[in-house]
């Protein structure tokens, strides 16, 4: 993958796979290209040169099959604050066809997994900064898409939110659905299947989290981290 603007060159060459079920960890410093390539790989960009395909579908050429198959939460949680938590999941349902018989008791059991059936009816503005968390991965994931987008989901939540959304995407990608998240909680790096680091547009390291502390000689992701982007 390639993505230039005009002289500049915000993804060089990226080359990688993400497997289906996996739990991905796209990482790297502000301003690294990580934002860019999401963008991309989410069909709302379209890259420079390169063969890309997201579940299953081209990017040049189907990028209106990939938004419908796959999922998206940034880190402001992307549900609408001034409707109830029964609205959103209906709305959401709606933008991804969802089929009208299924909405209902995919509802129901997605609130029952993440504990809060009964707040359906409240505004998302009256709720928790966890709960509304939670409430945004299971709106990304309501249409079990291929994959789902994580855009430093955990950004701003306490440490025991953190750790119980981690369960639910673990929950998520033992279904089959892939979790590619980007975050710069580099503890969180240590939970993904494999990770990727990116610096100045290029992906500078890619393996499982032990492997590449192996390689490089330290203890913590975090410590990788600096090692690799101080070189």
Known sequence: MVKKFGGFTANHNLNFEVYKGEVFGFLGANGAGKTTAMRILCGLSVPTSGEINVAGYNVYTHA????????YMSQKFSLYEDLTVEENFRFFAGVYKVPPKEIKPRMEETLTNLELLNHRKKLIASLPLGWKQKLAFGVATFHNPGIVFLDEPTSGVDPV?????????????????????????MDEAEYCHRVSIMDQGRIVALDTPQSLKDKYGVDTIFDLFIKIVRQ
């Open 64 to 71: 209106e099959k990939i938004k419908q198959n796959i999922g």
């Open 161 to 185: 939110a953190r750790r119980n959304f981690w369960e639910q995407i673990f929950k998520t990608a033992e279904r089959g659905i892939t979790v590619f998240v980007t975050t710069h909680y």
